[in-house]
C-alpha cells in the first residue's frame, strides 16, 4: 500500500479503514467477522484505524483493542472525543472542555490497550466552547505523551485557523465525496494553507455512489433511512451519479467504489480517505482503488458529468447539519 502523510508527519497508508459500521448505525454488528475483515485489512497494508469513543458508545474502541492485543501489525489508530451519549441513546451533547477531553482520552487509552493514541480527533466542535482552550488540553496531552496528533473534525476554516494557532492540527476529518464537495470551496484550501492533512469520511457516499441502496431499502437499525439523501424522491434525482460512475467504472475494468476512491486520491496527495466496510470483499475493493490511475480526459469528464447531476439533499438531518462546519 503506497504511504501518505497527514500534517508534517503522520505517515499512513493512503486508504485507511473506517471502523463505525462495526459496531452500529449501518444495522447488525458481528465482532467475529469485524476482527477478520481488520486483521485482514492490516495484511493488505492498511494501517490506519479510525474509530470514535461514541460509536457503540465504547463498543467500537474495545473491538480495535481486541485487534491490537492479537497483532503486531503497526497499526495507526485514530479516534475521537466530544459527542457524548448514554448506551442504546441516539441522543447526544456535545463537550469539548480540556477536563473532558482528558477524562475522555484516558478512556480511549483503557478501552484500546495502548499507551498512546496517534491522532486524536475534536469529533464535533461545541461552538460555545473557545477552540483555543480545548486545543490548550489537547498540547497538554500531548506533552504528556498520552497523544500524538491532534485533529478536529466537521470545521469551518476560520475554527481551524484559531485551533492552528495554538498548536499544530495535523488532519481534519470531513465528509468528501463525489457527491459531497462543499470541502474543495474553504476548509480543503486552508488545510493545505496551513499545511494540515485531509481525511474524507463517507468517501463512497455511504454506499449509494457503488450502486447499493438505490431504492433505499435498509436493515433495522440503518440510521441511513432517516437521511434526507436517502428518501424516495432525493434518491431518484441522485441515481444520475451512480449511475455515471457505474458506467465510467465499468468501461475502464473497475469497480465503482475503486474509481471513487481514485478520484479522492487524484485531488491531492494530502488526502487519505477511509473508506468503511464489514466485508471482505468491498475491503480488497477498496485497497486495490490505490493502484487506479485517472487520465486528465477521465477526471474532465467526471467533472462535466456531476456538473449535470446536482445533488438532491442535504447529508444529514437538520439537527445533523448544525454540528458541521462550526
Known amino acids: 500500500m503506497l504511504k501518505r502523510t497527514l500534517g508534517t508527519d503522520l505517515h499512513v497508508s493512503a486508504i485507511g479503514l473506517g471502523c463505525m459500521g462495526m459496531s452500529e448505525f449501518y444495522g447488525p454488528r458481528d465482532d467475529e467477522v469485524s476482527l477478520r475483515v481488520l486483521?485482514?485489512?492490516?495484511?493488505?497494508?492498511?494501517?490506519?484505524?479510525?474509530?470514535?469513543?461514541?460509536y457503540g458508545p465504547h463498543h467500537n474502541e474495545e473491538l480495535i483493542g481486541t485487534f491490537l492485543k492479537s497483532s503486531k501489525a503497526p497499526v495507526k489508530v485514530a479516534t475521537k472525543f466530544g459527542i457524548v451519549r448514554a448506551p442504546g441513546d441516539y441522543r447526544r451533547s456535545l463537550d469539548n472542555r480540556?477536563?473532558?477531553?482528558?477524562?475522555?482520552?484516558?478512556?480511549?487509552?483503557?478501552?484500546?490497550?495502548?499507551e498512546q493514541i496517534d491522532l486524536y480527533y475534536v469529533h464535533r466542535v461545541a461552538a460555545e466552547q473557545p477552540i483555543e482552550e480545548t486545543m490548550e488540553g489537547l498540547a497538554a496531552l500531548i506533552r504528556e505523551g498520552k497523544i500524538a496528533q491532534i485533529g478536529l473534525c466537521e470545521v469551518s476554516a476560520e475554527t481551524l485557523r484559531r485551533a492552528h494557532a495554538v498548536h499544530p492540527v495535523s488532519a481534519v476529518q470531513t465528509e468528501y465525496s463525489l457527491w459531497t464537495r462543499e470541502p474543495e470551496t474553504e476548509i480543503l484550501p486552508t488545510c493545505r494553507a496551513l499545511s494540515v492533512g485531509f481525511v474524507p469520511y463517507s468517501p463512497l457516499g455511504r454506499g449509494f455512489?457503488?450502486?447499493?441502496?438505490?431504492?433505499?431499502?435498509?436493515?433495522?437499525?440503518?440510521?441511513?433511512?432517516?437521511l434526507p439523501r436517502f428518501q424516495k424522491t432525493a434518491l431518484q434525482a441522485n441515481r444520475?451519479?451512480?449511475?455515471?460512475?457505474?458506467m465510467m467504472a465499468a468501461r475502464k475494468?473497475?469497480?465503482p467504489a475503486q474509481l471513487a476512491?481514485?478520484?479522492?486520491l487524484a485531488q491531492g496527495d494530502d488526502i487519505v480517505p477511509i473508506?468503511?466496510?464489514?466485508?471482505?470483499?468491498?475491503?480488497?475493493?477498496?485497497?486495490?482503488?490505490?493502484?487506479?490511475?485517472?487520465?486528465?480526459?477521465?477526471?474532465a469528464e467526471i467533472e462535466t458529468g456531476l456538473l449535470a447531476r446536482p445533488v438532491t439533499?442535504?447529508?444529514?438531518?437538520a439537527e445533523g447539519m448544525k454540528g458541521v462546519n462550526v
Open 240 to 246: 444520475g451519479i451512480a449511475d455515471l460512475i457505474a
Open 261 to 264: 476512491l481514485a478520484w479522492l
Open 98 to 114: 480540556p477536563d473532558y477531553a482528558r477524562a475522555a482520552c484516558e478512556g480511549s487509552l483503557r478501552r484500546l490497550g495502548v
Open 209 to 226: 455512489l457503488t450502486g447499493r441502496f438505490q431504492d433505499g431499502a435498509f436493515e433495522e437499525g440503518d440510521f441511513r433511512a432517516s
Open 39 to 54: 486483521h485482514e485489512a492490516a495484511e493488505l497494508g492498511i494501517d490506519f484505524f479510525d474509530t470514535s469513543d461514541m
Open 253 to 255: 475494468g473497475i469497480t
Open 275 to 299: 473508506p468503511g466496510t464489514k466485508r471482505s470483499s468491498n475491503l480488497h475493493d477498496n485497497v486495490a482503488a490505490a493502484e487506479v490511475t485517472l487520465s486528465e480526459d477521465e477526471m
Open 313 to 317: 439533499g442535504e447529508r444529514y438531518t
